[in-house]
């Protein structure tokens, strides 16, 4: 289960409203790299694959690879506001270590492929 928060589901709502490609949707994913072992993945979307599992989060469909979702699992995504500046955050259950970015990750089980040149 993935958690989208308010405030992030706000955001993304109004960024997919200004997508000039119709049927977009949240896509997230995990790729090797990144300081700590695996970065997060997180676009807009119009292309579907078998290999896809589709959940409807805070009335966004959101859609995860199968091989990605065990690093999801548990997922929350929010916005931050602050000062003239915002941004998602990701928290992750699943992570017992982090990058000082915030972008990278590593879990128990699987250390990925870091590459510090990449944070």
Known sequence: MITIT???AERLKEMLAQQETPN?????GVTPGGCTGFSYAMGFDD?????DIYMNVQDLKVVV???NLR???GLEIDFEES??????TIHNPNA????????SFRTRD??????????
């Open 6 to 8: 308010d405030p992030a």
């Open 24 to 28: 977009m949707f949240l896509r997230l």
């Open 47 to 51: 292309q579907e694959s078998d290999q």
């Open 65 to 67: 690879e199968k091989e």
């Open 71 to 73: 690093y999801l699992d």
């Open 83 to 88: 000062g003239m500046s915002g941004g998602f």
């Open 96 to 103: 017992i270590a982090t990058c000082g970015c915030g972008s």
């Open 110 to 119: 699987d250390a990925g492929a870091p590459s510090p040149e990449q944070c």
